[in-house]
């Protein structure tokens, strides 16, 4: 199976090859136009800023060969705002596979248990759909670390609540994202990177 990681400028790529590696699968990490259309399937990942990234998509034209993937693409944390339409983060239009907006997470009010932005840890994943989940799923903790999120929509295949309700997990078509790191989740996530792997 051949694996493309999108090479763009964005932080915590490693992690994932590395997670991939674990489930016994060799990935190019590429910014080459042809290898990524000729991937079998496509993983973008990454932490960064927004308008940054967009930046540097664009100057490679990496935007246009992102939206143009027609086999399975999984989006991760910063990968999974950028396939939205727009982010508050930098006031970014982004690359709009999924026509919803990126927002800041709401400021917690004084009374609100212990929570932060950005949310930094363990939350739980609820309403979770397949084929990235499966039914015994819901419930479980995944690992998030981000001060945006897109809202629950159409698109919405597992949602959490931090000062709001969003989407964790988000697909249309070939395009998968999940707003939390599979490869920071410990077992769980490595079972929803082999779910993707196995579509």
Known sequence: MDIAVVKYNAGNIRSVINALER????ANLTDSPDELRNADKVIF???????TAMAYLREKGLDNVIRSLKQPVLGIC???QLLCAHSEEGDTDC???FDIPVQ???IPSPNTDNLKVPQMGWNSIHDVKAPLFTPDMEGAYVYCIHSFCAPVC?????TS???VPYSNALMRDNFIATQFHPE???DIGQAILKNFLDL
């Open 95 to 97: 690359l709009g596979v």
């Open 78 to 80: 910063v990968g999974m």
């Open 45 to 51: 990942p990454g932490q960064g800023e927004a308008s």
């Open 161 to 163: 609540t931090h000062t």
């Open 184 to 186: 920071k989740s410990g």
């Open 23 to 26: 489930l016994g699968v060799t």
């Open 104 to 106: 800041r997470f709401p």
């Open 154 to 158: 159409q698109y919405t295949i597992a």
